[in-house]
């Protein structure tokens, strides 16, 4: 079954560009960005911002991203795909992301939401001008590292800010 990823969130003036893989089958169903109610992603970017994500609803999570300086994609535009690990994606179109890193004039750091992303995302900007930064995974697939270990990693993201 093949699966498209969601528009990009961004701004015009975003600062950090977090980009994930590919949506999940819960996120896919939601029309949402992490919304398995595992993952750690809300979690992990209110901690960056100093606010409580997932007490908020989901236009509100989003538009304080936004409002902090930090935007939303994926390294995947679409792939065939049975369930949500990225261990399955097959046949695999990269997102356009030269194209987007392009228009975001403020831009100075991508993190990679885990080992996927930053296998592909890498790969599709080249020679970014921004700071990369490979973040362990948010997705609740990826239990070897406790949260705090997690958190201290996306927390360098705030520099950025």
Avoid: C
Wanted: aromatic share 8%.
């Amino acid at each position: 079954m093949r699966k498209s990823a969601f528009p990009p969130i961004v701004a015009a003036d975003t600062r950090v560009l977090i980009l994930g893989s590919l949506p999940g089958e819960a996120s896919l169903a939601a029309g949402r960005y992490y919304a398995h109610a595992q993952n750690q992603f809300w979690r992990l970017t209110g901690g960056v911002i100093g606010v409580d994500l997932p007490a908020l609803d989901y236009e509100q999570r989003v538009a304080a991203l936004l409002a902090a300086g930090i935007g939303l994609w994926d390294t995947v535009a679409s792939a065939a795909r049975e369930g949500s690990l990225d261990a399955a994606l097959r046949d695999v179109e990269q997102a356009a992301l030269g194209e987007l890193v392009g228009r975001l004039p403020t831009l100075r750091a991508i993190g990679f939401n885990g080992a996927t992303s930053a296998r592909l995302g890498r790969r599709a900007v080249g020679g970014a001008s921004q700071t990369l930064i490979d973040l362990p995974s948010s997705s609740p697939a990826y239990a070897a590292m406790p949260f705090a270990a997690k958190a201290e990693i996306w927390g360098r993201l705030r520099e950025f800010l």
